[in-house]
């Protein structure tokens, strides 16, 4: 009702209000093949039958079919694999299942559900997590008697493949492959995963065994197709939910306009603050997500200053986000489901299906970039079946305020679509490596659905693979063996972050580690100097040691935080193809080099965002090769525009952000996994963000030059997003202008 009396003034910042009225369960009475101290042990658990999708996966399953789940957050998913792994078990004490999830708290928190129906059944069924976490006097116990293995692609990739040896009992007995969260696998993470699966299944035709795959996903538009590229294996997919569901509003909040000529906003955080801080007084447990580590912890501190003055309780605001200890997210998390905190914000970290207990509300502040992330947030709350609120407060960002606009442009669409490249280059050889490594490749060997034996015989020129033949000739079937002392797997991130983490140690009062964080975002948060923020408290990095992988900080108190300044360098080495037959063709996509470089910092006031200061720094060089598609504005249509020279490259890069917003849409990948540059088309090109002025790219002011728009792979080696928006660029431009024109 508040709502509503809002969204009915002039001027109100609601800009529409979506209801979704509760919804029934639909059931389905127990299978006949759920084994009798199984279905007891749900029944003591208030579970007599299942509903409709469970029901349909335990089918399947029992079909020897491999299956993707796709239905909301807070369906009963877990279900659908425990029931038919736990059946086959009880039938079966030999076997072995490996479930894999996209994070360790996952995995942690699917163990206790697990344990909680071994307990309930009394049976010996053995289930652990096998993570970096696990200590090495259990793994070998684990190796050799766990029925159920919890772990994640990391481990999988350099903790159990590589040591197939030692695993050879569960390989020889492995009936089922679970993988949660299956939307998480996509872009680079997903080629990376594409190829670890395309290994295990080599490991386990080795062994004799051929595992069903069950898969269980939040809602995208092409689940089925994501399975089947991540496991080159037929699907059936099971997307009618009958769970049931509670009453949600979803509403879309535009913070109100302070100057209409210049079309500023109020600030997004100091908004979702608000709205955040008004739910929790009224009783509602709020999670507020935020897109990025520092509004994150910005939210934080405003929330905890809100405590501090008495409008809410002391304590009863934390943070969530990578990067903070082990031990502290399990806290967070048991107090979250115990109702002892009232609000979290986090990050994407809580975007996956940790079991946080009942929240009332959900506040986000931003688009998260897609629909499909988007409702996975927004499904974090009403999770018991009770009315719930999910409030979308947009940014100034072109495709914030182009949602909020269109509302019915998100309500109405379907979720995005999913993409992976298994085969991408980089990725494909690194994995061949580790495959090769774990097992000789045969001469008529496939990898997946490549025939790799040409990139073994480049392997062989460099030294790691050699090839034997038995005697019969130079045709007759051979093998190759790796040959090379080194240990692939170490070499080789899955993420589009470096594994190579620095850890975080406060000196105030002895040295505490108090946080870690990855190599790449280490220089731009740790720099020397910089203000590093941990659930509202504020500490100011001393000295940063890159070589030892540390940054020493020590408490303050300010009243500002800081924002790096970077500035990367993009030159074209090589085109595969472009749109026309002259040089510097409208379109093109082909390979690049990226030299990126911290080069400052700003200071920035908290609550105003007044720039207070400022800092310069010297920081190595990040360099990569990676792949790229350009659009080249033509020299006679930069001189056509009627407009001053500085005006023309200032639309130059309003359209680069803008052709950015609409890539990221389009390639459904995460805004890290792309970056942007500008530059004229005779040769390097410079990053065209934030602050950085239009001249900066310009090689001179001649209105002659040729401005070209770069959107590379943030990845050494490119993903393959650059062919996809290269083969699409008519779709990337027309919806580029209609973001533009709205």
Known sequence: ARFREWMARPESPIRALHHQPARAAEFRPMPAAVPPPLAEALAGRGIRELYTHQAEAFERVARGENIAVV???????????????????????????LYLFPTKALAEDQLHEFHALVEAMGAGIRAFTYDGDTPQDARKAIRERANVVLTNPDMLHSGILPHHTRWAKCFENLRYFVIDELHSYRGVYGSHLANLIRRLKRICAFYGSAPQFICSSATIANPKELAEALTES???????????????????????????QLGIRRGYLQQARRIATETIQHGQQTLVFANSRLAAELLVKYLKDACERGRLDAGAIRGYRGGYLPRERREIERKLRAGEIRGVVATNALELGIDVGSLDAVVMAGYPGTIASTWQRAGRAGRRQGASLAVLVASSAPLDQYIIAHPDYFLCRPPEHAFLNADNLEILISHLKCAAFELPFSTDERFGRENVQEILGILSEEGLVHL????????????????????????ISLRTVSSDNFVVVDQTDGTTVIGETDYNSALEILHPKAIYIVEGRLFQVERLDIEGRKAYVRHVDCDYYTDAITYSRVTVLDTFADGGSRPGALWAHGDVHVVARVVGFKKIKFYTNENVGSGELDLPERQMHTTSYWLTIPREVMGSLPFATDDRRDGVVGLTHAMRQIAQLLLMCDGHDIGVSIGPATGGADEAGGAVPASSWAASTDDTDEPRVLVYDNYPGGIGFSEPLYQHWEEL???TRQLIAA
């Not at 239905?71 to 299942?97: D, F, H, I, Q, W």
């Open 71 to 97: 239905t909301p957050t807070a369906s009963g998913k877990t279900l659908c694999y425990n029931l038919p792994v736990l059946a086959r078990l009880l039938a079966e004490p030999e076997a072995r299942a």
């Open 234 to 260: 037929p699907f059936s997919l099971i997307d009618s939910n009958g769970a049931p569901a509670g009453e949600k509003y979803f509403v879309f909040y535009n913070p109100p306009v302070v100057n209409r």
């Open 468 to 491: 034997s033949r038995p005697s019969g000739g130079p045709d007759a079937p051979g093998h190759w063996h790796w040959t090379s002392e080194s240990y692939p797997a170490d070499a």
């Open 733 to 735: 431009l027309r919806q």
